[in-house]
């Protein structure tokens, strides 16, 4: 699961202004592989704010991937293939100041995207660019984990990977 987080730092996803608020990367056994900001604001209190989110989206995440799976069971085998090609699960749920987006890999490595919704433009956000950056930030998570010293199941310790992840932020996606 990637999680977006930082706080006070507006971003721009091609053209539209949001406020990303983390970044995590979430094992298949709910362990948190990766949760770091996108800024410079590494304070405690943000922290715990980020790790509150993560796991309040795992709840929310949990649940759409359980009413998949039943409407898979009890539907055709073709929409089960077409279901499960599509690893972007949308908005997961909204709140006053934030909205959070699901993405779940083949491997179930889950995928997060918190947003401020308390900007003007938090509404604006469209589901194609939000779908887009999770898909570049699975790639980045990908390759981090090719690298042959990297175990499956551990946290991603990689600086290139951070910083991958803050230049992709900070370079509009």
Not at 77 to 96: I, P, Q, V, W
Request: charged content about 20%; hydrophobic content about 40%.
């Amino acid at each position: 699961m990637i999680i977006f987080c930082v706080v006070g730092k507006t971003e721009s996803i091609f053209g539209v202004t949001i406020m990303a608020v983390c970044v995590a990367v979430i094992g298949k056994d709910n362990s948190p592989l990766y949760i770091g900001g996108v800024g410079n604001d590494t304070s405690t209190d943000n922290e715990l704010s980020r790790q509150w989110l993560v796991h309040t989206a795992l709840d929310a995440l949990e649940e759409r991937l359980a009413s998949t799976n039943n409407s898979n069971t009890s539907s055709g085998s073709n929409a089960a293939r077409t279901d499960l090609r599509d690893l972007y699960l949308g908005l997961l749920y909204s709140t006053d100041t934030h909205k959070i987006y699901g993405y779940v890999t083949n491997t179930r490595i889950k995928l997060v995207l918190v947003t401020n919704s308390a900007s003007p433009s938090g509404n604006n956000i469209r589901d194609a660019e939000v779908r887009t950056a999770l898909r570049r930030l699975h790639s980045l998570y990908a390759d981090a984990i090719c690298n042959p010293f990297h175990l499956p199941g551990d946290q991603i310790t990689s600086a290139k990977f951070d910083k991958q992840v803050k230049n992709l932020m900070a370079n509009n996606i």
